[in-house]
């Protein structure tokens, strides 16, 4: 295992694999209580069971039955290793939408207490520029291959692609990232050693020896119904964007889009004949004005922004920026007046556009040469 | 022929079929000369080539050469019609938003002098609940089933298919109308009698059996292309909205749907698969936010509107209402607020909203029982 923090002591990843362990994720109660006091002081209160009635709820059920040193060292025995927010690996950028969304309110947003990893990559690194690729596991050939070319396009532009390792779309999408480069990230909703499904077994370990297999459930956790839609956040929170690429009227690519959609990231996904059940979910969401309809991975890019790279200016996108912008860059370009600097947030107040849009406007504008992205924010051109 | 106006005097028949054929369409100077000084004087002046320098332009060409009498005897001789606004069959609200479109300075919008007709049905009957269907000439057989499938379904639910005769979806969609009911208007780009395309010939005669084929070229016109453009302005207007089935990137279907917008009529596109050459053109428009994505005639109607009918639910339908609307809904839901009674019109400029969105939320907005359409126009309710 690799610790990046030299001060790091060993009694600190004890204490967090104990409360990684103790608690069914998400546990918002035991995530500010460990704010509160600090991890070991909070491991060992838990323990103890001097907490109060909420986290109590959330961890009576194992407080005295999980031992933070056996699942460690257990969990390092198989190449298994402990990421947690003390070490510089922890992707604070992309978890802490989690937070504040536990303070504003949306339910069972809690940041992961730690994750187990199996793979070389730094969750960091990867995560910094990734697009969470999600769809049906009961995808189409047509889905499927798309999925795949979503994945090679945006793994190919510098992008990671984040997804579930489920059937269908998600492991389609990893392969296609795996086929470009070894950016790929796959959130599992049960133990990194369960390999599960069993079907992607391979897929899983060519993912662990090339990118990353991460779990905020300790290793040996079967999977269950409700702990997909848990590990859903994490994907959510771990793209600057989601793509669903394929879904039905109810699948859980909707709820990641969802959760995406709650976390402030730009949902986006790619339309398919309307004669197909496979789409269905893609188009509601599109015509309800929940995801922008994109069509390949460079729209995907266009939607998240430059972010390093600059977006592909596939010429037929021309006539398409000038003609859909008009009324609502033009709102945007107004509430960019008399600012030196603003972030997205800020315009999405000041012009009442939804933060989506803002996000989606503001690397056109900047295209447009109306816009430009300066040291302190966004600042307009004439 | 039918003259339902017992007052209506050949001889206004007479000036307004020389002044139909004296111009070259759109003629927005002779139309507003003919609102200034009346019809027959109007006929009386463009023949003495006492006008405007502007109406001279439009007029110069043919002013000696057409003759009313010998183009109204021939066309009536072929059974054709002459349709012209003094009569009650004139479609007045369809085709007002024509010369405001003029007033407020869209180019080449100036309302038709007159049009010439074939078929038993009354224009302005059959249009009053009627929907402009249209899309590529290079339909793949999705793209032609599906038009198929809208023209029947928005016949059957009481829509008459507008549409441009054209090979493709536009034939398609007035064959899938015929086969429901007898609710289709063809709108030509040459005289009525000219048969084009040659290959339409049998469909362009069923049509007129049962229909209306309309235009405003004086029998005998050939097509040609600018008048294909012009003539896209009255399908347009005709339709409460337009649909677009199927359009490549560049097609005359978007400029159908572009002219559609610029009237404020709602503009929707069907997708298909991203990997089809004749979607393309669909996924830029609802990319942009131009169109609103629909997947089937019931989705037409609940965004044009009850309009008489009661908007078919199809119960997959429910949680995407409730999922997309909440911004945009609120938003509007808040601009009702206070207002005895209010048109779309000045619900988009309380809301900000765009007109499109405000047409397409009230209707979902009434059936969740948070609006209804009041005398005096749309009231709130709590």
Same mark, same amino acid.
Request: proline fraction near 5%; avoid cysteine.
């Given at each position: 295992m690799s610790i990046d923090d030299g001060s790091l002591r060993e009694e600190l990843l004890v204490a967090r694999a104990y409360l990684s362990a103790v608690a069914e994720p998400p546990a918002p109660a035991l995530v500010r209580f460990i704010g509160r006091h600090g991890v070991q002081r909070a491991a060992e209160l838990v323990r103890a069971g001097d907490v109060p009635d909420a986290v109590t709820e959330e961890v009576e059920a194992r407080r005295e039955h999980v031992c933070g040193e056996r699942i460690l060292g257990r969990a390092r025995e198989n190449g298994i290793r402990l990421l947690v927010p003390?070490?510089?690996?922890?992707p604070h950028e992309r978890f802490s939408c989690l937070s504040d969304a536990t303070e504003i309110g949306i339910a069972g947003m809690a940041e992961p207490i730690a994750l187990w990893v199996r793979g070389p990559a730094s969750l960091r690194a990867v995560t910094e520029k990734s697009v969470a690729t999600v769809g049906a596991r009961a995808a189409s050939g047509y889905g499927e291959t798309l999925a795949a070319e979503f994945g090679y396009g945006l793994c190919g532009a510098g992008f990671t692609v984040v997804s579930g /390792? /489920?059937?269908?779309i998600d492991g389609a999408a990893h392969r296609g990232a795996l086929a470009a480069g070894d950016s790929t990230v796959a959130y599992l909703a049960c133990g990194v050693d369960m390999d599960y499904p069993a079907g992607h077994s391979r897929l899983l370990r060519t993912i662990a020896e090339r990118g990353l297999v991460v779990s905020?459930?300790?290793?040996?956790t079967s999977p269950r119904r409700h702990r997909f839609l848990v590990r859903n956040r994490l994907i959510a929170a771990s793209g600057q964007g989601a793509v669903v690429v394929e879904a039905g009227a109810r699948s859980g690519a909707g709820n990641t889009a969802n959760t995406a959609d709650a976390l402030g990231r730009p949902v986006m996904a790619v339309p398919g004949p309307v004669t197909s059940a496979s789409s269905v979910g893609c188009h509601m969401m599109i015509r309800s004005g929940k995801a922008v309809l994109v069509t390949g991975p460079e729209e995907v890019i266009e939607v998240i922004g430059p972010m390093g790279t600059s977006p592909?200016?596939?010429? /037929?996108?021309q006539p398409r920026r000038g003609d859909g912008l008009d009324r609502d860059a033009k709102q945007l370009h107004d509430a960019l007046a008399g600012s030196d600097g603003a972030s997205a947030e800020q315009l999405a107040r000041d012009s009442g556009l939804p933060l989506r849009k803002v996000r989606s406007l503001l690397p056109a504008l900047e295209m447009a040469g109306l816009a430009v992205l300066g040291e302190n924010g966004w600042v307009r051109r004439a």
């Open positions: 003390e070490q510089r690996e922890w /390792a /489920a059937y269908g905020e459930y300790v290793p040996g592909v200016d596939d010429g /037929a996108g």
